[in-house]
């Protein structure tokens, strides 16, 4: 119920100062309440925006591929794609962005191949084949994990194999070089961490909060051991270049490839990218 204006007009200065100050401590407590519950949302749907599979991925197996399927340590069940070359010497091993599947990738791996590369792309948790299982960090990690551990019990250990990850990818990616899994390292238009990402969309939230999976790239960097090629564009919509820039700084043994006009989706276009990767791959 509000103050009458009789109630108002025989109000102390004392009294006003009380009424007013209740008033400003009830909108403070309301603000407060409104952006615990913002901060609770944004912390629950952060892994719809962090993961983003396609609704249909195509079921047929690309021209050269074959399917390789194995099983994470809690169980479920991970696929991906393989092209093999008969002259390779190493593998390598990519993990997609957030918004795609391995056949999004599956024209990387047959340019590979023509140079002599074998390529596995594997699919995460929630993604293409691999759909039924809600995607995490750990989880996705654990899919990783297994299908290196697959190719390992075949002989390709992680002195053969080049591990090679895109956008989100490139959290997975740095991952398994940080557990050492492999003798290279290529990250494509990485990002220092999901918190920086989060600070850089949606700068009024805290990203500790907000942020369960993290994928923190920059903190790893220091200690992981293999050469690392860091392909960015300098006008990267999504992922700004500075994050691939602090990225490659951090790592003992990274170089940076600045890519003029690169966007977040159009680096493979470039033939400069293109032999930078494969000198990488396979020198």
């Known amino acids: 119920m509000g103050v009458s204006l009789e109630a108002l007009a025989r109000e102390t200065p004392?009294?006003?100062?009380?009424?007013?100050?209740?008033?400003?401590?009830?909108?403070?407590?309301?603000?407060?309440?409104?952006?615990a519950v913002i901060v609770a949302g944004a912390r629950l749907l952060h892994r719809r925006v962090l993961y983003q599979p396609?609704?249909?991925?195509?079921?047929?197996?690309?021209?050269?591929?074959a399917l390789l399927t194995a099983r994470a340590v809690?169980?479920?069940a991970v696929n991906a794609l393989e092209w093999t070359s008969p002259k390779a010497t190493r593998t390598v091993v990519h993990f997609h962005g957030n918004a795609e599947t391995v056949s999004a990738n599956a024209f990387l791996a047959r340019e590979l191949k023509k140079h002599g590369v074998s390529t596995v792309?594997?699919?995460?948790?929630?993604?293409?084949?691999?759909?039924?299982?809600?995607?995490?960090?750990q989880g996705v990690y654990d899919d990783a994990a297994a299908i290196l551990d697959l190719l390992a019990?075949?002989?390709?250990?992680?002195?053969?194999?080049?591990?090679?990850?895109q956008s989100l990818g490139a959290g997975i990616a740095a991952e398994m070089a940080h557990r050492g899994r492999g003798a290279r390292l290529v990250l494509v238009a990485p990002f220092t961490s999901t918190m920086a990402m989060?600070?850089?969309?949606?700068?009024?939230?805290?990203?500790?909060?907000?942020?369960?999976?993290?994928?923190?790239?920059?903190?790893?960097?220091?200690?992981?051991?293999?050469?690392?090629?860091?392909?960015?564009?300098?006008?990267d919509d999504v992922i700004p270049f500075e994050q691939g820039e602090a990225v490659s700084r951090a790592l003992p043994h990274g170089t940076l490839l600045k890519v003029p006009e690169g966007r977040h989706d159009n680096l493979y276009k470039s033939t400069t990218v293109l032999n930078a990767l494969l000198a990488h791959v396979g020198g």
């Open 14 to 35: 004392k009294q006003r100062l009380v009424r007013r100050l209740k008033k400003a401590g009830w909108n403070i407590l309301f603000a407060m309440v409104a952006y």
């Open 54 to 65: 396609p609704d249909e991925d195509k079921e047929e197996l690309p021209e050269g591929a």
């Open 74 to 76: 809690d169980g479920v």
């Open 121 to 137: 792309l594997v699919e995460y948790r929630g993604y293409g084949r691999s759909r039924g299982t809600r995607p995490d960090e």
């Open 153 to 165: 019990a075949r002989g390709i250990g992680p002195d053969r194999v080049v591990l090679w990850g």
């Open 198 to 235: 989060a600070m850089h969309i949606i700068p009024l939230l805290p990203p500790s909060l907000v942020m369960g999976d993290r994928f923190d790239t920059l903190a790893k960097a220091p200690e992981i051991a293999a050469p690392t090629l860091v392909v960015h564009g300098d006008i």
